[in-house]
């Protein structure tokens, strides 16, 4: 079973790393709200096959149109609100603007585990059908298009500009799922149920725990912070605290430790939203959706490789064959990488200037 979901992971991954950047193009051309549509209304499919019934054969047509439609479906709606939010707020703005959107996912996140934990399996997938035809409804009535105009802000502020690091470090205030904070570790969840054997409480237990925290960090804390760090700092700032969250894990001597460890999720859910914000800086009114949709997919790719390489390091470390006996080996690798983006985040503040930098306008 371990090993089908893994190869589903993989191709819903290849899928949504090749669909997210066209997905984002074609929203810069044709507005967001057209393309909106097609994601919502596709994601609606699965959840009303189980909601009719959940028998084999449904079952089967449920893993078949959810395989498709994650393709296309999964994390689009997120990089098209994020492009939403680019095309009508200031890039001064855009940081807290996307820590908030990202604080709102949070909360559905929440909402919606507390739901599977508390409905029956039935009821709580004719919930999520409803649920998501009113999205969809709500969505094509109240929602205005935005196509973004030919002219606008453009790189109003690029990651660097020559002889103004002081400005960046004491001014910066540009700063802008499913599970918490970087969704998951890869592997984490098998980690856990071989080394403490946790069951799905546990783990139920632990992603509402996450997803709360993240919840009240990105929606209140997160917009504080922005005007007098900045986005590039607060980028690194979430990035040491997922390094410091994955040595936690991986040292984890007790099942009361990873419970323990969501308090750091405080902080490393800064980091998603900045590097977005980073990202939007960057790009052109036109190019918004470009810009989120090649994020998306490169975290998508990221998804697929991920398992490839620490999945099967997970389970050598965690078998009696290991080279030497440290269960956490493979989670103490994941918060070196973290540590390698945490200096390479840096040094974004002394990137070269560009010349279409120099000459755009501010909002």
């Keep these: 079973m371990l090993v089908i979901e893994l190869r589903l992971m993989q191709i819903i991954g290849l899928g949504t790393a090749l669909m997210m950047p066209i997905i984002g193009n074609l929203s810069d051309q044709y507005g967001r709200k057209a393309l909106l549509t097609l994601p919502m209304t596709l994601s609606i499919i699965p959840l009303a096959i189980l909601a009719c019934n959940r028998t084999t054969n449904y079952f089967y047509a449920y893993f078949a149109f959810k395989t498709l439609t994650d393709m296309v479906c999964q994390g689009s709606i997120n990089c098209l609100a994020l492009a939403y939010l680019a095309d009508n707020i200031s890039y001064r703005q855009r940081a807290s603007a996307f820590g908030i959107l990202a604080g709102v996912t949070s909360a ?53 500009k020559e ?146 390489i620490f999945s099967p390091l997970t389970s050598l470390f965690l078998s009696e064959g290991a080279p030497f006996h440290f269960p956490g080996f493979s989670i103490i690798c994941i918060a070196i990488t973290l540590m390698i983006a945490f200096i390479q985040s840096l040094m974004i503040g002394r990137a070269p200037s560009t010349s279409n930098a120099e000459n755009s306008t501010e909002v």
């Design 163 to 308: 002889g103004e690091e002081d400005n960046i470090i004491q001014n910066d205030d540009n700063a802008p799922t499913k599970v918490p904070p970087f969704k998951k570790i890869p592997s984490l969840g098998y980690y856990l149920k071989a080394r403490f054997h946790f069951n799905k409480n546990q783990f139920a237990d632990l992603m509402l725990i996450g997803g709360i925290v993240a919840t009240i960090s990105q929606l209140f804390i997160m917009p504080l912070l922005v005007s007098p760090i900045g986005d590039g700092r607060l980028l690194s700032i979430g990035l040491f605290a997922s390094c410091v969250y994955a040595i936690l894990y991986s040292i984890a001597w007790s099942a009361w430790v990873p419970y323990a460890a969501a308090a750091v999720s405080t902080v490393m859910v800064f980091a998603p939203p900045s590097l977005r914000s980073i990202a939007s800086r960057q790009a052109g009114p036109r190019e918004q959706g470009k810009a989120q949709g090649c994020i998306s997919g490169i975290l998508s790719l990221a998804n697929v490789m991920a398992p490839l």
């Design 108 to 160: 559905a996140y929440v909402c919606g585990t507390l739901a599977a934990r508390f409905l029956s399996t039935g009821l709580a997938f004719q919930v999520a059908t409803f649920v998501s035809l009113f999205a969809v409804v709500y969505m094509r009535i109240f929602l205005e298009e935005s196509i973004p105009a030919d002219q606008g802000e453009g790189i109003t502020q690029p990651i660097l």
